[in-house]
């Protein structure tokens, strides 16, 4: 591995001021199980690391009725699976926490590092967006607010300006239920072939809300927004689960690599959505 220098501030100030100084030379490296692999491998060779772990700022985990969760981007995937504010109001996020890597990696790797990667199939991505999550980013211009759906850009290209850090991570009072599947035809700690995250919202059977989220099947996490259509506003029938299904089917835009085909991610987005959403409705056929 080429050499580096290594920082570690103190505050979220000096932090930024590393930021800017190192004027592009430098990566932040939260638990490092992304970043560490990729500079073993060459892929990002960057003259210096600063290493956040230390910064107050970007850390807890706090929950009010009325504004919902506050996520410190360094919450470690093990805090999301262990918290009781995550398990009571949003225990979709404490059990796809639990899908992700090995515990070991879990006790260090945290849900900025998952989020900021910017890897299509990051399991964390596709739920937090089914609930709306909204970012906090925080950079030598001041902070601003991003929606999570925006912050993709490409396979690990994010709206992350120069200088920026995420600091946390918000998440609205809970509407309805949010389920996330992933598939690996492996083992869990294999990275998504299709990560399929839906949050319904339904009364008396009609569907209020919906929001359908498929990972690792388009260069950045995408809304099947054709399939959510289907359902707003409608009964919920065995015949239009399957009809939204094959339409998130149809949305998505997987490519052939060594994990899987794309016509094998195609299908397995209908089984995975279809899946969901029977889990999500009690419907079973
Ligand atoms: C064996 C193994 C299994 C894995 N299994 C899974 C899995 O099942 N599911 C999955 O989704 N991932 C998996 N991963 C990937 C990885 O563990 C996760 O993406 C993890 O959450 C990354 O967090 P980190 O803190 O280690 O990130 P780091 O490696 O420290 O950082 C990742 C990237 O984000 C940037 N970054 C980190 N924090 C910030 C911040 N606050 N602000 C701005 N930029 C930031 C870094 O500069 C870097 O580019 C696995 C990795 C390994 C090695």
Known sequence: MQEFDHYT??????????????????????????????MKAGLVTPAAVINIKRLSALKGISYDEQTGLQLGALTTLGELTRSPIIREHYPCLAQTAGLMASK??????????????????ADSVSPLIAMGATLDLIGPQGGRRLSLE?????????????GE??????????????????????SFMDIAVVGVGIRLKIEENICQAARIVLGAVA???IRAKQAETELIGQPLTPDRL??????AADECMPIDDVGSSAW?????????????????????K
Do not use: W
Request: aromatic share 4%; with cysteine.
């Open 219 to 221: 260069p950045t996490p």
């Open 150 to 162: 925006d912050f993709f850009l490409g396979p690990g290209q994010s709206a992350l300006a120069p």
């Open 9 to 38: 501030p103190q505050s979220l100030p000096e932090a930024l001021d590393l930021l800017g100084r190192l004027n592009g030379q430098a990566r932040i490296i939260a638990g490092g199980s992304d970043l560490m692999i990729q």
């Open 165 to 186: 850090l995420l600091q946390r991570i918000n998440v609205p009072p809970p509407e309805g239920e949010t389920i996330y599947i992933k598939h690996v035809p492996r």
């Open 242 to 247: 399957d009809r939204a299904a094959k339409i």
């Open 104 to 121: 070991q990696i879990r006790n260090f790797a945290t849900v900025g590092g998952n989020i900021c990667n910017a890897s299509p199939a």
């Open 264 to 284: 094998y991610r195609r299908r397995m987005v209908e089984v995975a959505t279809r899946r969901c959403l029977h889990a999500l409705t009690g419907i079973n």
